[in-house]
């Protein structure tokens, strides 16, 4: 049997050495051959040069790559990471009334901002911030919490808001300058003036309108920043200086502005008004002086607002006038010499014309008026009567001068031309209706502006909000002067005045209306309201007076409107008290005399 290991003969052993490895006892090497020994030595020297020249050489190869090849690039990197960019952010141009108030103003403010990078503890940093920025600590955490070297912790803080910040030195909280748009009157005139989006661009009114005025250049600044994100006062630190917008000065008073105001949302609320509306024109110069509409909003808090209460009504909102467009007719028939003002009219109980039977607000037997006397109380038979005398063309021609179905040319947001069809579309009562102010929609300004142009001896002036451009550098561009044209012969808008003085004495529709000692010319309109859900006249109202004053040297022309009053009908009865009040103070604001001569009287019947 095989034996799986060697027998002691066959194994060979090896003599035992000595543990010390003194000279002969066989220890370390020296029992290795001279000859191969120093052979072996000359090799790993070799050996040695060999590999510490590889390294060299690669080392060498690398400091090349890193300074010769790509040195540039890499310290370009790394500055890169050093530098920040910031955009200077330009100021907007303010917004100010006709006397150079602001209504509108962009002030300094500070972005809060964090290097996550930086901050050790985001709950104990959102702990000391949200008191200040009045944003809940958990929400604050999460902004402070990542690897983000920039992140935006909160935006438009005031000045001193971030001085209580930066007392605290907090790790890895900074700020950049940036700005805020404020309107320190709040919601006064806030309708026209508008507000401005988070994108910095404007909303509504004259903010979009005149958005590319108004925004500046921005500019930019780069710096070096060290550690914690301080500043590095060196070479690379360069601006380009921003250049602010400019400002925009409207034909709007203040001060006429807010009594405006406050009188149409007082007749608002007595009424139970859905809406209600008014304008105060300078007839000489086209300008608009006030414009106001309830409800309003305060654009400090546009969030808070709804579309619906941020539309400017009194260019937006389209209604059939009723018994203010009776003007149109008589200066028409007055033009076109078919009447003059004390020409006689008969006017019966009742009308027939296209198969329907129209009469008048009140019921009567057969009058024998003037045109002055069909005027002033408001006869609707008289204005059908006075109507048919001219062609379907020639009275719409007077609708088109007057500034109907067409812009104002205020150019702001939103704005309305009305409604009216062509004359070759005016078929069955169309015809006799647009006599008496209904079958056609026109706005707040566009009515406005109809009396301003009779108040202006018969020149249409196109209506304006916007009286000078102030840039930059201080330099004032007057706008260029409106539009004008003549609607009416002087002698017509003569007469037509001293019947719209009629409408206000005793007989006419506006008592009210008077003014002691000013003499008032206006008209009074009570018009059926068109519900656009089902597009009927559904029992609502819009009662409006419009007026003109000092009569007999006419300087403001002045519209109320209140639309839907769930509390009274008339004009007359809503509108020419709140006229009363809103003229009265226009005129004592702008310092504009008493009339000085007499109203004529005109005779309301004939014999």
């Not at 710096?223 to 602010?244: C, D, K, W």
Request: charged share 20%.
């Amino acid at each position: 049997m095989a034996t799986r290991y060697p027998t002691k003969q066959t194994q060979t052993r090896r003599p035992r050495r000595a543990a010390s490895g003194g000279r002969g006892s066989g220890g370390g090497a020296d029992h290795i051959p001279g000859d191969f020994r120093r052979g072996n030595a000359r090799r790993r020297g070799t050996a040695l040069v060999l590999a510490t020249a590889v390294v060299a050489s690669v080392f060498a190869a690398r400091l090349v790559d890193l300074q010769a090849v790509r040195g540039e690039a890499l310290a370009d990197a790394a500055l890169s990471q050093r530098l920040r960019t910031l955009e200077i952010p330009a100021y907007r141009g303010s917004i100010l009334d006709r006397t150079g108030q602001a209504l509108a103003v962009t002030v300094e403010a500070r972005d809060v901002t964090a290097d996550q990078t930086l901050i050790e503890d985001p709950a104990a940093l959102a702990v000391e911030l949200a008191p200040i920025l009045e944003v809940p600590q958990d929400v604050l955490a999460h902004r402070l919490t990542g690897e983000k070297r920039f992140m935006y912790v909160a935006k438009g803080v005031t000045p001193e808001t971030w001085d209580r910040i930066r007392s605290l030195r907090l790790p890895g909280i900074f700020s950049e300058e940036t700005s805020q748009r404020t309107y320190p009157a709040g919601d006064l005139a806030s309708h026209i003036v508008g507000f401005v989006q988070g994108d910095g661009s404007g909303g509504s009114g004259i903010e979009s309108a005149f958005n590319d005025i108004l925004t500046g250049t921005p500019g930019q600044q780069t710096y070096e920043r060290g550690p914690g994100g301080r500043v590095i006062p060196t070479q690379n630190l360069s601006s380009i200086a921003a250049v602010a917008g400019s400002d925009v000065q409207l034909t709007i008073d203040r001060d006429v502005q807010f009594s405006v105001e406050e009188a149409i949302r007082g007749l608002a609320r007595r009424s139970g008004a859905s809406s209600a509306t008014a304008v105060v024109m300078d007839v000489r110069a086209g300008e608009i002086v006030a414009m106001a509409t309830a409800p309003d909003f305060d654009p400090n808090r546009v969030s808070q607002s709804t579309e619906d209460e941020r539309r400017n009504r009194a260019i937006t909102d389209i209604f059939e006038p009723g018994s203010t467009g009776k003007i149109i007719t008589v200066a028409a028939a007055i033009n076109e010499g078919i009447v003059d003002a004390l020409s006689p009219i008969r006017v019966p109980g009742r009308l027939k014309r296209a198969d329907k039977k129209f009469k008048d607000y009140w019921d009567h037997d057969t009058l024998h008026l003037t045109v002055t006397g069909a005027f002033a109380r408001s006869s609707n038979i008289g204005m059908i009567l006075l109507a048919e005398q001219m062609s379907k063309e020639t009275f719409d021609l007077y609708f088109e001068k007057f500034g109907l179905q067409q812009d104002t040319g205020l150019e702001l947001p939103a704005e309305s031309k009305g409604l009216m069809q062509p004359p070759e579309d005016w078929f069955g009562t169309i015809p006799f209706t647009l006599a008496f102010g209904q079958g056609y929609s026109a706005t707040s300004v566009q009515m406005t502006s109809v009396f301003a142009t009779i108040a202006n001896q018969g020149i249409r002036v196109e209506p304006s909000i916007v009286k000078a451009i102030v840039e930059a550098d201080g330099t004032v561009v007057d706008t260029p002067d409106a539009e004008r044209s003549r609607v009416v012969r002087e002698d017509t808008a003569r007469q037509v005045m001293a019947m719209m003085e009629a409408v206000t004495g005793d007989g006419g529709t506006a008592p009210q209306a008077r003014i002691p000692g000013y003499r008032v010319a206006g008209k009074t309109g009570t018009a059926q309201f068109v519900d656009l859900d089902c597009g009927c006249y559904a029992g609502d109202v819009t009662a409006s007076f419009i007026g003109v004053v000092p009569a007999d040297a006419p300087r403001l022309a002045v519209g109320v409107f209140v639309h839907q009053p769930q509390r009274g009908r008339t004009g007359g009865e809503l509108a020419a008290p709140v006229f009363k009040e809103v003229a009265s103070y226009a005129l004592q604001a702008m310092q504009i005399p008493p009339s000085g001569k007499r109203a004529p009287t005109l005779s309301l019947t004939t014999g």
